[in-house]
C-alpha cells in the first residue's frame, strides 16, 4: 500500500492550502485515516483524524481551522487548512490504520510566514 502526499507549500500567514493523499488501493478497509506533522526539532503528532465511522479527531491547536475529508471513490484523504499561523510550519504525513499497522506516506512541506 502507497500514501502518496501533496499540496504543501509556502503561504502567507492567514491563507489557506488543502493537502491530499492518495492510496494506492481502496480506502474502505481502513480503521481510520489522517494527517500528522512533525516541526522542526519537534516530536510527530497529530493533527486530525477520521475513523471508518465517520467520526473526526483533531489537534486542539487546530480546532476551528482544519477539516479532514475523505472521498472513497478517488481513494483520497485531504486535509484544508484555512486561517493559517507560522507555528503550522511543520512536514505534514499522511497515516492509514488498519488492524493495527501503521501506514505512512512520503511527508509534504508546509512554510507559513508571518
Known amino acids: 500500500v502507497q500514501l502518496q502526499a501533496s499540496g504543501g507549500g509556502l503561504v502567507q500567514a492567514g491563507g489557506s492550502l488543502r493537502l491530499s493523499c492518495k492510496v494506492s488501493r481502496s480506502i474502505f478497509r481502513f480503521d481510520a485515516m489522517g494527517w500528522y506533522r512533525q516541526a522542526p526539532g519537534k516530536q510527530r503528532e497529530l493533527v486530525a483524524r477520521?475513523?471508518?465511522?465517520?467520526?473526526?479527531d483533531y489537534a486542539d491547536s487546530v480546532k476551528g481551522r482544519f477539516t479532514v475529508s475523505r472521498l472513497y471513490v478517488q481513494n483520497t484523504v485531504y486535509l484544508q487548512m484555512d486561517s493559517l499561523k507560522p507555528e503550522d510550519t511543520a512536514v505534514y504525513y499522511c497515516h492509514a490504520l488498519e488492524n493495527n499497522y501503521d501506514y505512512w506516506g512520503q511527508g509534504t512541506l508546509v512554510t507559513v510566514s508571518s
Open positions: 477520521i475513523t471508518t465511522g465517520g467520526s473526526t
